[in-house]
């Protein structure tokens, strides 16, 4: 039986906030499971999906002190697509980020906690 990924974890100040807002980036929907817990979940998503990924975002207590060690890479189909994609992402509340990735193809964004990611040029 072939290993697969099921779930991307992110540490988070406020799992509520951060997971509704890649919930509305990646337009999947949320569910809870309890306290401090929030899972981000392709729309229609029932386990075991075979093919999904999901995302858990954890509270804790402790301020993030070292550079983010997950970064997500999220792919668009067209120049048009990436731009549109970019500034919704904006709109909810992403912002420009530098990672000395100079001049290329792909945006350096973070989201609302500073965790970094990319979108990518279509190719």
Known sequence: MALRLVQVNFKARDDSA???????????????????VTNVEPVGFAWPDPTAVCVDVVTVPDPETVRYRVHLDLATTSVAHQA?????????????????????????????????????APG
């Open 84 to 120: 549109e994609l970019v500034a919704r992402l904006q709109d909810l509340g992403a912002t420009p980020a530098d990672v000395g990735q100079g001049d290329v193809p792909w945006t350096v964004l973070a989201d609302p906690e500073g965790n970094e990611f990319c979108v990518l």
């Open 18 to 36: 951060l997971g509704r807002f890649w919930a509305e980036a990646l337009g999947w929907g949320v569910s809870s499971e309890g306290p401090g």
